[in-house]
C-alpha cells in the first residue's frame, strides 16, 4: 500500500503556527481522498481536517475550523495542514490518512473511512 510521511512538527508556544506535511510514495487511487486525524493521551482519535480529491472540497472539525486549513499539491503527492492560534488544546500526536472512497461527507472525518496512515508526527503548544 501506499506509504505516507508526516512532518513539520514541533514545539510552540500558544498562538503560534505550525504547517505539517505529508508525503505520499506514490499517486494512487489510495490518496483520493486525504484527512489529518491526532492523538492525545487518554484521548480518543478525532479527525481534523478532510480533503477530496481535486482539492476543492475540505471539512473540518468544528475545534479547528477557521484556524486550520488543509490543502494538497497532486503534483507533489502532499497534503498539508496549516495550523494557526495553536492552543495547548491542540497538543497531540498528528496523523495523515488517505482513503480510495469517502462515501458521503458524514464519513470525511471518520477514520474508518482511510486505509493508509502515515507514522505521525508530534505537535505540542506551551501556554
Known amino acids: 500500500q501506499v506509504q505516507l510521511v508526516e512532518s513539520g512538527g514541533g514545539s510552540v508556544q500558544a498562538g503560534g503556527s505550525l504547517r505539517l506535511s505529508c508525503a505520499a510514495s506514490?499517486?494512487?487511487?489510495?490518496?483520493?481522498?486525504m484527512g489529518w486525524f491526532r492523538q492525545a493521551p487518554g484521548k480518543e482519535r478525532e479527525g481534523v481536517a478532510a480533503i477530496y480529491p481535486a482539492g476543492v472540497t475540505t471539512f473540518y472539525a468544528d475545534s479547528v475550523k477557521g484556524r486550520f486549513t488543509i490543502s494538497r499539491d497532486n503534483a507533489k503527492n502532499t497534503v498539508y495542514l496549516q495550523m494557526n492560534s495553536l492552543t495547548p488544546e491542540d497538543t497531540a500526536m498528528y496523523y495523515c490518512a488517505g482513503s480510495k472512497l469517502v462515501g458521503s461527507s458524514k464519513r470525511a472525518l471518520d477514520g474508518a473511512s482511510y486505509s493508509s496512515w502515515g507514522q505521525g508526527t508530534q505537535v505540542t503548544v506551551s501556554s
Open positions: 506514490q499517486y494512487t487511487a489510495d490518496t483520493n481522498y
